[in-house]
C-alpha cells in the first residue's frame, strides 16, 4: 500500500492551480486537485479575465457601431439597439466553454478533481467533503478574493452595491454607475457600461488613476478616459454607501480630510483590490502563518517553510495576474518533480484591457531613474501607419533603457493592441535585449508594433516617421 494517496495535491483550480495540477500529472506524478468551486478555473476563467473580456469585447461593437465610427468607415447601420441578455448570454457561454475545456484536460492528464473545501489537518494530509486525503507534496493555489471596503455592504444578488462579479451580472444599464478605485478592474467595469450608455464616476484615493504604472501613462490614460466620458473624483476617500430607494447615496470626503459630500448613483462597484485566500485552510495546523498583507512567504521555488507544503499565485506576493499564477503553477510542478522551475518575477507584464489598451513590463521611468541614469525613446501610435489608417490615433510606446549599457529596462505601451503588443517587450527584455537590438530587428509593414521599433530608435534620437 502506497504511503499517500496522491504525489501531488493541489488545492484551487484556478490559472495557478489547474496548470500546476497538469503540468505535475504531465511529469508522471499522481495529481488531485481540490476544488470547491462547482466549476474549475477559478476567479479567472468563472468571474474574472474571461467574462469580462468578453463584456469589453460586445461592448467595443456596440460602442463603435452606435456612436458613429462605423459610419465613418462607410458601415451604415440604419436601425440597431442593445440586446443586454444576448450580450451577457455569449459570455456565459464563453465560461462554459473554457471551463468545461479545462475539466476536459484534467481527464486528458488523468488529475482526479477532489469536489469540495480542502483544509489542512496535517503538513500531508487535507480533508476535503469530509474526507481525508494525503498527499507527498501539497501546493496551496487558493487565489484571492475582493478586498472590502469598511462600512459598506457588498450585495450582487440586489445589484446595487456590488464588486466585479456583480458588475458583471448587471440585468439593465445603471444611468449613474460609481466606480470606487481606479485601477484595471474598475477601469475595465467601467468601461463597459459607460459604452452601454452609463454615466460613469470613478473615485479614486490616490491622486490618479492606475497605481503602480508609469507615471507618464497614468496621466495620458487619465486623459483618454475623461474623453470617452468617464469623471472623475481623485484624492477622494468613500467613508460609506447605503441603498437608498432604487439607488445607492455614497459619502465621500477628500483623502487629505476635509468637508464631505454626497454622490447619488444607481450602482456602485466596489473594486480597491484582492486579497489572499487563505482562511479556512486550517493553516494553524501546520504551523504556517501569513505575512501583514495576508500572505504565504515561500522560498525562490515556493516552498514554504513547512517541508512538503508549496504555494503560488494570488496567495504568494507579487502581482496577482493569472499569467503570474500559471507561471509559477509550471515552475512548482517542476520544481516538486526535481527539475529547475524558474519564474522571472521581473518581466511578468501588465494590461488594462480598456479601449486603447494599456500594457507595461519592467521598471518604471521613476523606478528606473532611482536606479541610475536612463535614456528614454517615444514613440506617438498617432505616427504610426496602421493606428492612423485604423482611426486608432490615441496612445504611445515608452522605452526606459539604461544609459551606460543600452539594456532595456522598462517598455510602457498604449495602444489598441497594447496587451499583444508587450508579449514581444518582454521576450526581448528576458533575453537581455538592448534598445538597439529591438531598433534593428524587422517589424512587419504596416503594423502597431512598429511603434515599438521606432520607440527603440528613439532611446538614441532617431526615430524614421517623426
Sequence with gaps: MAEFDYDVLVIGAGPGGYVA????????????????RETLGGTCLNVGC????AML????????????????????????????ATMQGQRTDAVKGLTGGIEFLFKKNKVTWLKGLASFTGANSVEVGGEKVTAKNIVIATGSSVTPLPGVTIDNAGGKIVDSTGALELDKVPGHLVVVGGGVIGLEMGSVWRRLGAKVTVVEY?????????????????????????????????????????GVRLTVEPAAGGEAETIEADVVLVSIGRRPNTEGLGLDKIGLEVNQRGQIETD???????????????????????????????????NIAGMTGIVNHDLIPSVVYTKPE???????????????????????????SRAKTNHEPEGFVKIIADAETDKVLGV?????????????????MEFGASSEDIAYTCHAHPTHSEAIKEAAMAVTGKPIHM
Design 21 to 36: 495540477a497538469i503540468r505535475a500529472a504531465q511529469l508522471g506524478l499522481k495529481t488531485a486537485c481540490a476544488e470547491s
Design 50 to 53: 474571461i467574462p469580462s473580456k
Design 57 to 84: 469585447h460586445a461592448s467595443e461593437l456596440y460602442d463603435e457601431a452606435a456612436n458613429g465610427m462605423l459610419a465613418k468607415l462607410g458601415v451604415k447601420i440604419d436601425a440597431m439597439s442593445l440586446d443586454l
Design 206 to 246: 490616490l491622486d490618479q488613476i492606475l497605481p503602480g504604472m508609469d507615471g507618464e501613462v497614468r496621466k495620458e490614460a487619465n486623459k483618454i478616459f475623461k474623453k470617452q466620458g468617464f469623471e472623475y473624483k481623485l484624492g477622494t476617500k468613500v467613508t460609506g454607501a447605503e441603498v437608498v430607494g432604487d
Design 300 to 334: 525562490h521555488d515556493f516552498a514554504t517553510k513547512v517541508p512538503g507544503v508549496w504555494a503560488i499565485g494570488d496567495v504568494v506576493p507579487g502581482p496577482m495576474l493569472a499569467h503570474k499564477a500559471e507561471d509559477e503553477g509550471i515552475a512548482v510542478a517542476e
Design 358 to 384: 494599456i500594457a507595461g513590463v519592467g521598471l518604471t521611468e521613476d523606478a528606473a531613474k532611482e536606479k541610475g541614469a536612463v535614456k528614454v525613446g517615444k514613440f506617438p501610435m498617432m505616427a504610426n
Design 412 to 428: 510602457w505601451i498604449i495602444a489598441v493592441p497594447a496587451g499583444t503588443m508587450i508579449a514581444q517587450a518582454v521576450q526581448a
